[in-house]
């Protein structure tokens, strides 16, 4: 009997060590997570943050870009690509500046908050990246022209105009490239927090995807 109530206590205490070692790493794995998620938070925030001082910089310069000479005046609203460049970077800095504020506030990471994060970032990049190559495209053409559609070397004649342009232009990708990075920080956040299906092989030998719950 008393052989019998010790292997008993010996089980008894076994489990009870088990159970305060998963307690314990379970604590451990909630701090270091806790850790990383708050940095990984504020490294995301920054990179949300960023494209808002380049965006509105590309604004500014455009929407002051116009130039007066002997041979006429030009200024950037006469131009549909420089006006869709004006919007896309106002947009993009006004969503940026929200997304920041978002992410930087602590809360539990659900589908639906991955998904509206992961969508805007994809609608927002491919809208700014539109944005700089019609302008790019524009400004090839005014640097080098076309004699096919006798489009002239206009930077020739409007330089300062040209230059502004560009300087905008160029920091318009600059944005692309910060919002190139949110789409793939997003994108992985999404997809990497659920796991793929599981294959298994039914009672008919058919194979069928089991999604975990």
């Not at 008993?8 to 060590?17: D, F, V």
């Given at each position: 009997?008393?052989?019998?109530?010790?292997e008993?206590?010996?089980?008894?205490?076994?489990?009870?060590?088990g159970?305060?070692?998963?307690?314990?790493?379970?604590?451990?794995?909630?701090?270091?997570?806790?850790?990383?998620?708050?940095?990984?938070?504020?490294?995301?925030?920054?990179?949300?943050?960023?494209?808002?001082?380049?965006?509105?910089?590309?604004?500014?310069?455009?929407?002051?870009?116009?130039?007066?000479?002997?041979?006429?005046?030009?200024?950037?609203?006469?131009?549909?690509?420089?006006?869709?460049?004006?919007?896309?970077?106002?947009?993009?800095a006004?969503y940026?500046?929200?997304?920041?504020?978002?992410?930087?506030v602590?809360?539990?990471?659900?589908?639906?908050?991955?998904?509206?994060?992961?969508?805007?970032?994809?609608?927002?990049?491919?809208?700014?990246?539109?944005?700089g190559?019609?302008?790019?495209e524009?400004?090839?053409?005014?640097?080098?022209?076309?004699?096919?559609?006798?489009?002239?070397?206009?930077?020739?004649?409007?330089?300062?105009?040209?230059?502004?342009?560009?300087?905008?232009?160029?920091?318009?990708?600059?944005?692309?490239?910060?919002?190139?990075?949110?789409?793939?920080?997003?994108?992985?956040?999404?997809?990497?927090?659920?796991?793929?299906?599981?294959?298994?092989?039914?009672?008919?030998?058919?194979?069928?995807?089991?999604?975990?719950?």
């Open positions: 009997m008393m052989k019998t109530m010790s008993e206590e010996r089980k008894q205490n076994k489990q009870a060590r159970v305060t070692a998963v307690a314990l790493g379970g604590e451990e794995a909630a701090a270091s997570g806790g850790a990383d998620g708050g940095d990984g938070r504020a490294a995301e925030t920054l990179l949300r943050v960023t494209p808002v001082g380049l965006c509105v910089a590309a604004l500014v310069i455009m929407l002051k870009n116009a130039q007066d000479n002997d041979y006429g005046a030009i200024s950037y609203a006469d131009l549909t690509a420089f006006k869709y460049l004006v919007y896309a970077n106002g947009v993009c006004a940026s500046l929200f997304s920041a504020f978002y992410v930087a602590p809360r539990p990471m659900t589908l639906s908050r991955s998904w509206t994060l992961f969508f805007l970032d994809q609608v927002l990049t491919y809208a700014i990246l539109a944005a190559t019609m302008s790019a524009l400004m090839y053409l005014a640097h080098y022209g076309d004699v096919k559609v006798t489009w002239s070397k206009e930077c020739n004649v409007f330089g300062s105009f040209c230059k502004r342009a560009t300087t905008s232009v160029g920091i318009t990708f600059a944005s692309v490239a910060c919002y190139v990075l949110l789409s793939l920080v997003s994108s992985y956040r999404l997809f990497s927090a659920y796991e793929t299906p599981i294959p298994f092989i039914s009672s008919k030998g058919l194979e069928i995807a089991s999604f975990p719950h």
